[in-house]
C-alpha cells in the first residue's frame, strides 16, 4: 500500500483535476461511499466464485460478529447507497467517485493492495446511446491528458437469458475439455465457466481461443444492442478492436463491456474497463433499472500521463539559461520571456538557484538540455550572449544579443 509523496501528489491532482472538470461537462454528479461494507454485498453482486471475492478481499469480524470487507470495487457500494436513498426511483442518475479501493494481490509495478480509481456509473438508460456517451467520456479524458497509446477493446456478453443458453454450452464444451484445464477454472467450470475465457494460464490458451463465442450466441436484443453502439461509434470516429474473449472479472455485468488497455505499462495493460449491469439494482432489492459505469486506474493513468509527457518532451527542443549575478539573473528573465514568446513548443528552463558557471552548466547537462545560453557580468557589458550545444559538445561561441532568436532558431532548425 503505497504512499504518495508531494511531489507525486501534484501530479495526481493535476489528473484528477482534469478528470472533475470533464464528469461535470456530461453532468455527472459526485457520490461519496463508505470504505466498508458488509462482506454480504459484494457477495452478491460481485460473485462468490470471482477471484476479488473467494482470495483478494479484506474481511473481518467486527464486535457483533458481522462480516465486513474494505471495499473492492466502487460499484456495489454506490448501488447500496442509490437503493436506500431512493435515487433510483423513476429517475435517472449519473454519478461518479473516486477514491481507494483494496485488494489482497501480489504486488507488482501498477499492481497494489491499496490502489484509487474514478468510477462514474449511470442508472435508467436504456439504449446503445449512454454506452456510447461512457466511451466518449473516457476518450476525451485520454485526449485532455495527452495519452494516445491506448486502446478501447469491446464485446457483448448479452442478456441474462442469451448467457444463460451460452453457459450450457461453454460448460459442455469445457467438459469434452477438462483435462486441458486448470484447478482455478475446473472449480469455476460448473459456476462461473465464463470466467474461464479470462484465464491468463498460458497453457490453456489453444483450448480458450478454440472456444465457442458468446458473439455467435446473442440473442437479438443483445445484437441490436451492441450494433446500435457500434454505429455510434462509428460516428464519432473512435476506433475500437471488438475481442470476443472479454468477459471482465465481475459477475454483474451484461450485454456491453469494454477495456481500454495501452501496451506502454507492461502487464498492467488495462487502464479504464467497465460495462453495463442492467440487473444489479433489482438483485440488490430496488427497481429493476438500466445501469452502466467504468472504473478509472488513476496509479496507472499517472503514470501513463508521465510516459506520454516524456515522448512530448523527447520531440521538443529544450534551452537552459545560465545566469550568474543578480544583473544577469534580471536579464535572462526577461530575454526568457523573449523566447518563449518567439517558439512556444520549446521549454526554456531559467536557473533560479544562484551558482557558479560550473554548478549552472552541471544543471543544465542533469536537464537534458540541447541548448545552455550563458549570461554573466562580461555579456550584460558587451551586450552578447553566450550559446553552447549541449549534445552535440563543441565550444561555446559568443552573438550578439540582438542576434539571439535568429541564433536559437538556426540552431533548433525552425
Known amino acids: 500500500m503505497p504512499t504518495l509523496l508531494p511531489a507525486e501528489l501534484e501530479r495526481w491532482q493535476s489528473v484528477e483535476s482534469i478528470i472533475k472538470k470533464i464528469l461535470s461537462s456530461y453532468s455527472f454528479k459526485e457520490i461519496r461511499t463508505p470504505l466498508v461494507e458488509r462482506t454480504e454485498l459484494f457477495q452478491r453482486t460481485i460473485g462468490e ?40 426511483y423513476n429517475q435517472t442518475q449519473k454519478l461518479w467517485s473516486m477514491g481507494p479501493m483494496y485488494r489482497y494481490e501480489r504486488p507488482q509495478k501498477g499492481r497494489y493492495r491499496q490502489f484509487h480509481q474514478v468510477n462514474m456509473e449511470a442508472f435508467g438508460f436504456e439504449g446503445p446511446g449512454i454506452d456510447a456517451e461512457m466511451v466518449l467520456l473516457t476518450s476525451r479524458v485520454w485526449r485532455n491528458l495527452g495519452v494516445d497509446s491506448i486502446q478501447l477493446e469491446l464485446n457483448s456478453l448479452g442478456t441474462a437469458e442469451a448467457r444463460k443458453i451460452y453457459r ?13 484445464l486448470d484447478e482455478d477454472s475446473r472449480l469455476r467450470l460448473e459456476k462461473n465457466p465464463m470466467r474461464i475465457l479470462d484465464s491468463k494460464n498460458p497453457e490453456m490458451s489453444d483450448v480458450i481461443q478454440a472456444a465457442p ?3 455467435d450466441h446473442l440473442d437479438q ?47 498492467q495493460a488495462t487502464v479504464c474497463g467497465g ?7 433489482k438483485q440488490l432489492g430496488g427497481q429493476d433499472v438500466f445501469a452502466i459505469g467504468c472504473a478509472i486506474g488513476l496509479e496507472r493513468l499517472v503514470e501513463l500521463v508521465e510516459l506520454s509527457n516524456k515522448k512530448d518532451q523527447n520531440g521538443q527542443p529544450k534551452i537552459y539559461f545560465v545566469a550568474v549575478g543578480d544583473k544577469a539573473e534580471a536579464k535572462s528573465s526577461k530575454l526568457a520571456e523573449l523566447i518563449r514568446d518567439q517558439f512556444e513548443d520549446c521549454i526554456l528552463e531559467v536557473n ?44 561555446q561561441e559568443t552573438i550578439p544579443e540582438g542576434k539571439l532568436l535568429d541564433t536559437i532558431a538556426e540552431r533548433i532548425g525552425t
Open 275 to 281: 460495462g453495463r449491469y442492467d440487473g444489479l439494482v
Open 213 to 215: 463465442k458468446m458473439n
Open 221 to 267: 436484443e443483445s445484437k441490436d444492442h451492441f450494433t446500435g453502439l457500434l454505429e455510434r461509434l462509428d460516428g464519432h470516429g473512435i476506433e475500437y478492436v471488438i475481442n470476443p474473449r472479454l468477459v471482465r472479472g465481475l459477475d454483474y455485468y451484461t450485454k456491453t463491456v469494454f477495456e481500454w488497455t495501452t501496451n506502454e505499462l507492461g502487464a
Open 49 to 88: 466464485q470471482t477471484d476479488v471475492v473467494s482470495k483478494e478481499m479484506y474481511s473481518f469480524l467486527d464486535r457483533k460478529d458481522q462480516s465486513l470487507s474494505l471495499r473492492p470495487e466502487a460499484t456495489a457500494g454506490v448501488v447500496r447507497a442509490g437503493i436506500e436513498n431512493g435515487l433510483f
Open 352 to 395: 533560479q538557484d544562484g551558482g557558479s558557471f560550473k554548478q549552472q552548466f552541471k544543471r543544465a547537462d542533469r536537464s537534458e538540455s540541447d541548448i545552455a545560453l550563458i549570461l554573466g557580468d562580461e555579456e550584460i557589458q558587451n551586450e552578447t550572449i553566450g550559446i553552447k550545444l549541449m549534445k552535440e559538445g563543441g565550444d
Open 168 to 180: 450450457s454450452i461453454l460448460v459442455e464444451y469445457f467438459n469434452d475439455h477438462i483435462d486441458s
